[in-house]
């Protein structure tokens, strides 16, 4: 019988060991928001814009860009008008996230846009099966360090 206590001890320390690892893994993951490889592909232009708010709390659709994330499209300091920005905004039956791809209030913010006229557009996400291209509201990145380098990644994979 001992040998099977041994066993036993060694199982269960092991499966003790496992459940400490996935709550560690769990409690200090990052839970900032995914730039989708998707949209990024979809995406014309990918810039930095500071997004300012009007005095109801929505976002001003005019966006003055910090950086431009690639060789293409405006140039920094440059304000383009980017026409569905107020549809990046939280709907009310959502729950609020405090780092979620939606407005959150005037900052600068990732902008994965594409040329429509004389305007610019967000990115919406390419069809997939299951998934009706353009549905659900466009997402947007708060610019933070880990979107910053989530974008750095993207362009050095070849997605320029």
């Known amino acids: 019988m001992t040998g099977a206590k041994v066993r036993l001890a060694v199982a269960l320390a092991a499966f003790l060991g ?15 928001p995914v730039v989708s490889r998707a949209q990024w592909a979809a995406a014309t232009y990918r810039v ?3 997004v300012a708010a009007g005095s109801d709390g929505q976002p001003l ?30 709907r009310p039956d959502e729950p609020p996230q405090p780092d ?4 959150s209030g005037p900052g600068d913010y990732l ?3 594409v040329k429509d006229g ?5 990115a919406d996400l390419p069809r997939s099966p299951g998934v009706e291209a353009g549905v659900g509201r466009p997402l947007i990145y708060p ?4 979107v910053a380098a989530q974008a750095g990644a993207l362009q050095r994979a070849g997605n320029p």
């Open 18 to 32: 496992w459940l400490g690892y996935l709550s560690y893994a769990a409690l200090t993951k990052d839970r900032g």
């Open 48 to 50: 930095v814009g500071k």
């Open 61 to 90: 659709t005019a966006v003055t860009l910090t950086e431009a994330l690639g060789p293409a499209g405006p140039a920094a300091n440059a304000t383009v008008e980017v026409v569905d920005l107020k549809a990046a905004v939280r």
């Open 100 to 103: 979620a791809t939606v407005f």
């Open 111 to 113: 902008l994965l846009l």
């Open 118 to 122: 004389g305007k610019y557009r967000i």
């Open 143 to 146: 610019w933070t360090p880990a």
